[in-house]
């Protein structure tokens, strides 16, 4: 099994920045994939940005590229997305995955193991 915990979100005002954490504990030996995904209510969970741990390849969806930077260390388990000039629209819980899946290109939703509970990100305009 494996822990996955969020931390960072928060309150900006439009423009503004926040860091969002994650830590992942347990049976991490195989972690391959971490990524960030946002929900809001009524809505289906969508992708944000990915790092493969083994390849350090990072992904990002159309509406983040250029604003949101995900990095990560894969001695610790970690990663982190930078979120610079944020929009209303980013506003969302924001959920940290992880996935044992080891690939050349970017995972699908279902192909991830773990999650964490999730951190709220609000961005007033």
């Known amino acids: 099994q494996v822990q996955v915990v969020e931390s960072g979100g928060g309150l900006v005002q439009a423009g503004g920045s926040l860091r969002l954490s994650c830590a992942a504990s347990?049976?991490?030996?195989?972690?391959?994939?971490m990524g960030w995904f946002r929900q809001n209510p009524g809505k289906e969970r969508e992708f944000v940005a990915s790092?493969?741990?083994?390849?350090?390849?990072?992904y990002y969806a159309d509406s983040v590229k250029g604003r949101f930077t995900i990095s990560g260390d894969n001695a610790n388990n970690t990663a982190h997305l930078q979120m610079n000039n944020l929009k209303p629209e980013d506003t969302a819980v924001y959920y940290c995955?992880?996935?044992?899946?080891?690939?050349?290109?970017?995972?699908?939703?279902?192909?991830?193991?773990?999650w964490g509970q999730g951190t709220q990100v609000t961005v007033s305009s």
């Open positions: 790092l493969s741990l083994s390849t350090e390849k990072t």
């Open positions: 347990g049976r991490t030996f195989s972690n391959y994939f």
């Open positions: 995955a992880v996935s044992h899946i080891r690939s050349w290109s970017n995972l699908a939703i279902r192909d991830y193991d773990y």
